[in-house]
């Protein structure tokens, strides 16, 4: 996915929401311009300002990638998957199933490198439901006060109500698959 693509989604969700961009700033602690520029797509948002974005607007992040999206036929192709990647941390997130009408669930292959560090100050919506499932590297994972270090093959299922954070605490990438089902 491309920074005009998400660009488009916030923008979407801002006049649904029915907010202006000062009201998006007061409600999610961005900046009024750095807010106009990830909406005119002259820079890309941070995982920490997505988080921040989607709790202003009440939607999972995974809604911010597929808000809006069409239908999609049962099959959808590696190479149809919108891919993003923060600019701070290099993490890289792949929308394999994204978030569309219809259906509560995601799942999102992400790829955090080593060393690199993602956190969020709040859940964007109460009990969103996550599955995350380590397929290679190490990552800690902490949920409140609560860490857990996952190796490959382990499986962290947890509801999101506290504040979190990855880290990929190896000297390789964190890779996993997460499923999101909002509540």
Known sequence: ???QDLAQRLIGLRKTKGLSL????????????????????????????LG???????????DLFGLGAAAHDAKLAQNEQ??????????Q???VSPAISGFRGSVIEGTLPAGAIIS???????????????????????LGDTRH??????CLRFRLNTPNAYHATGSKPARYLLTVITP
Request: charge should be negative; hydrophobic fraction near 40%; avoid cysteine.
């Open 1 to 3: 996915m491309n920074d």
């Open 22 to 49: 000062d009201e998006l700033a007061e409600k999610s602690g961005i900046s009024r311009a750095t807010l106009s520029r990830i909406e005119r797509g002259d820079t890309s948002p941070t995982a920490a300002a």
């Open 52 to 62: 921040r974005l989607a709790t202003a607007f009440g939607v999972s992040v995974a």
């Open 82 to 91: 919108a891919v993003w990647r923060d600019p701070e941390t290099g993490f």
């Open 93 to 95: 997130r792949r929308s």
């Open 120 to 142: 969020y100050a709040a859940p964007p919506l109460p009990d969103l439901e996550h599955h995350l499932v380590l397929l290679s590297g190490a990552l800690t994972v902490v």
């Open 149 to 154: 270090d996952l190796s490959p093959g382990d």
